[in-house]
């Protein structure tokens, strides 16, 4: 019976999709509703394992289990409030193809969270992102149509080509499509023609393009930015898919080690340092899109440092903190665009000054504090809970890389705290003038309300999601705590834990209200971290380039000791003739890699189109390897 209803939901808003296009009217919404109500029964029967096969002209294996449950359950609520919040949205792009991406995105989010066939894995991967870049481009906004070829390249080039390499490998180890499931994956990947880690990294890129941590913040502000605000919770649902198929391979179905849980944990760090370009940003959806990346590079941390504390209870800590941590920022930051929205609602840009006619005499300031305070880690709110166990499990491992990496990332959970108290100290200063009092439709405050709401009540209340939790970490025989004083003060480095987040809190707020150019300078170092990236390598180089023409060259070349000051770049050292000994060794080598850089020039390659050529031809090969072998 429940796999009826879960085909109920997929068939629901595959109506939905075909309603909002052929007729442009917001009722399609009412389809997704209905289909809400089904994925939050599926989510429930999940909890107790739920299996089979649906769509019989497209045979889809089932395989839904706590893990996948949990991560529905969120998928559910935010597809409730997505069918009630964007009826009374005004949509300033193409409403239809809006409407019919939308909800064929959720389509194809249901069926990557529920299905185990890796090979549809694969597919639902790229519908999800297909669907999703054509909401970018029905937004027809400025930029989108940019927006949308950057990250629609990106997730095909860092994220399709490495599924598909992928999945040719997985079959080759399975040797069935039917029983290409990540459970006869973990039966048979001793077959596998390369190394398991080989296998991971592949599913990492893929899992961290999704995310949008990788290419670091190349595109989810670009992306954000384009979107309406309202819809930009669709790809904070795809960032939660990445940190899912992440999971499920590293902890289910591979043997991860703590080599890769070392490398997650240092990408987790590394992508961190996004939010510090938000501190300069006054166009809050950039401001909050560089905040989502830092969230899921802390995610990626605490799952690193899972795999690094191996079958101990702080490892289980860890894994519950990155699973709390990635769920919670989908609430707040949707709660957070959901209020954006309420502006872009009356054709007005979400910006520092515009947020006063949104938070001026109306309750839904309240609400929205809420959520963005959720995101900078005040306690007792969202954020602040899932860092805590994150920070417990890896203060109280005694690693000394962990403990570095953990220290940077507790730094870098300042800025969030700082940008909220920087918009509030800007908005009195330079917005001073009154605002007419909008009147905001019932259904956007009511919607944004309860989204944050139930950020507050899940992160004050922890016990509500514990047993999905609990659950889903059954399987792996690892130690689980049994009630939330258990989880919370599983090792004294809680209260370290505590003090810290307190002091990153209190060091967040002294930062915003510092003045904008004091705060400037002292991140001036990152921000030019590229210019200094690229001075100093030229200035290396330049020292190489001395180096040659005045040390190497005259041993090489017949060159007059009175002229090696006229020589100044390489074309000046072709006049001279090369020592005959050399000559024989080293210019074959020499004129090949010139005549190499000239052809080069001359051509003016594309090395965008020459990369993705390349990683084509790779995958079809290996696919190829993976069938015959």
Known sequence: MSLYVLELALGLLFIASLFGLFTGRKMAYAFTFLASLAMFETSIEGLTGLSGEIIPFLPTSVNVDPLSSLFLLVFAFMTLALSL???????????????????????????????DNIERLTLFYELFAVFTAVMVLASETRGSRKATWRYLVLTQVFGMIPLLIATGLAYGAVGSLHHLTFHGLRENFGNLAVSPAFLLVLFLSASLVRSGAFPYHVWVPRVYRSLPSPFVPVFLLGEALGVYMLTRVSFFVLPAGSTFGYV????????????LYSFREIRLKRKFAYHSVMDVGIAYFALGSALVLGGSLLGTVALIGALLHVLYQVLYKSSTFFGLGAIEHYGEEPNIC????????????????????????????????????????SMGSGDI????????????????????????????????????????????????????????????????LLPWLTSSLEELNVPI????????????????????LMAMAFAGWRIGKM?????????????NMGDILRFTSDYFLSLGKAFYLNRILPIIKV?????????????????????????????????????????????????????????????????LLGVFA
């Open 264 to 275: 997650l944990a240092f990408i987790g760090t590394i992508t961190a340092f996004t939010t």
């Open 401 to 464: 890389l962990l403990w570095l990496m953990v220290l940077a990332v507790a730094f870098l959970g300042i800025f969030p705290l700082a940008s909220i108290i920087q918009v509030r100290r800007i908005n009195r200063l330079l917005c001073k003038r009154e605002v007419d009092r909008e009147k905001i439709p019932f259904p956007i405050r009511i919607v944004t309300g309860f989204v944050a709401l139930t950020s507050v009540i899940v992160a004050v209340f922890p016990f509500v």
């Open 559 to 623: 060159v007059p000791r009175h002229e090696v000051p006229l020589i100044k770049d390489y074309d000046d050292a072709l006049d001279y003739p090369v020592r005959h000994l050399d000559e024989a060794m080293f210019m074959p080598l020499i004129r090949a890699v010139e005549r190499l850089a000239r052809w080069g020039k001359s051509k003016n390659i594309d090395m965008n189109a020459l990369i993705s050529g390349f990683a084509i031809a790779m995958a079809i090969l290996i696919v």
């Open 354 to 393: 515009s947020l006063r006619k949104l938070l001026r005499g109306h309750v839904v300031a309240l609400l929205i504090t809420l959520s963005v305070f959720s995101m900078a880690a005040v306690p007792p709110l969202s954020a602040f809970v899932s860092k805590w166990l994150i920070y417990t499990a």
């Open 515 to 527: 003045p904008t150019d004091r705060a400037s300078e002292l991140l001036l170092i990152f921000y």
């Open 481 to 500: 705590p049994e009630n939330p004083v258990q989880l919370f003060f599983a090792h004294p480095s809680s209260f370290g834990a505590m003090a810290l």
């Open 85 to 115: 919040y964007l009826p009374s949205y005004e949509v300033k792009g193409d409403a239809r193809y809006l409407s019919m991406a939308t909800n064929l995105a959720l389509l194809s989010g249901l069926l990557f969270l529920v299905t």
